[in-house]
């Protein structure tokens, strides 16, 4: 049998926080019980996924890098802060073949001014944003849809 096609799922700084961190902007629930839901939908469509989240610019950076090595099918890449910030993200995500689709749970255009410029939606294949955790499914079915 063949291995399913993968996506990487990856989360930025402070993710390992949710349900703790302002759960009125973020929603109640953790990143394991968001990891468990991405799991099923992914088993749904019939792609294996990796789910890595880190609070460090670099190991991000490396995780997408692996993903092009491993000639992933897709990236779902939740950037957290360092959407705002990274040049370093943004240069990674344009140089890898591999799409990324952007998640962000809140909708930042509709947030602080700070967060509404996003460094990582001119690289990204596309940006999804506002529908919380939802995203990340709209983001599998985007993925497995190439």
């Known amino acids: 049998m063949a291995t399913p096609p993968k996506v990487y799922v990856l989360n930025g700084p402070n ?14 629930d953790t990143l394991d019980i968001i990891a468990g839901r991405i799991e099923e939908h992914a088993r749904g469509l019939g792609l294996e996924v990796e789910i890595l989240q880190s609070n460090h ?17 897709a990236v779902i890449l939740n950037p957290g802060g360092f959407t705002h910030t990274s040049v370093a993200l943004h240069d990674a995500v344009k140089a890898i073949s591999v799409p990324v ?18 460094l990582i939606a001119p690289a990204a294949r596309g940006t ?3 529908f919380g955790a939802l995203g990340y499914e709209l983001a599998l079915d985007a993925a497995a849809r190439l």
């Open 128 to 130: 999804i944003a506002g």
């Open 15 to 28: 993710l390992n926080l949710l349900g703790l961190r302002e759960p009125e902007i973020y929603g109640a």
């Open 101 to 118: 689709f952007e998640v962000h749970l809140s909708n930042p255009a509709a947030r602080e001014e700070f967060r509404r410029r996003s």
């Open 57 to 73: 610019e670099g190991h991000l950076i490396d995780w997408l890098h692996e993903a092009n090595a491993q000639k992933a099918k």
